[in-house]
């Protein structure tokens, strides 16, 4: 499972450069990696690039990338309240588009953070869009719907 996790995200790691910079990214790099590993020493293996080990990294992957996005957004508003260095919208964006979406939502209810900033809804918004449309092109390519 360790090695199917790292083959799905290392490449996206080392092919999109704006993901290097995000250490939000990287920090669910981590977690997606260490998560595989505990899973796979402690609890059960499966086959590399199996249908199971997929599954699981989904599963993982929806977790983690949730997780991570509302910390992201809890960062940031402490950074507004402090006056300090901000994330930058465009890393917040790019954590819900990798399906962080529902921590994005969550976090701008509970810290009432970026829900009044107009532009900011669009993009997060249409993020949810564009991942529902891709979601719906991998689900017809790999004819499943």
């Not at 360790?2 to 490449?11: D, R, V």
């Not at 609890?43 to 990338?65: D, E, G, N, W």
């Not at 996005?69 to 954590?95: C, M, N, S």
Request: glycine share 4%; net charge positive; proline share 3%.
């Amino acid at each position: 499972m360790l090695i199917t996790f790292l083959i799905i995200l290392t490449p996206l790691l080392a092919l999109i450069p704006p993901l290097q910079k995000n250490r939000f990214f990287i920090l669910y790099f981590v977690l997606m990696i260490f998560s595989a590993y505990i899973t796979e020493n402690h609890y059960f293996r499966t086959l590399i690039l199996s249908p199971k080990a997929f599954l699981v990294f989904v599963v993982y992957h929806l977790v983690c990338i949730n997780l991570i996005t509302f910390i992201a957004y809890a960062v940031d508003k402490r950074a507004a309240k402090r006056g300090q260095w901000r994330i930058p919208e465009a890393q917040l964006h790019t954590l819900e588009f990798l399906g962080g979406w529902i921590g994005g939502f969550i976090a701008q209810k509970i810290f009432h953070h970026k829900n009044r900033k107009k532009s900011y809804q669009i993009m997060f918004w249409l993020m949810l869009v564009l991942q529902t449309c891709a979601i719906y092109f991998i689900l017809s390519y790999l004819h499943l719907i």
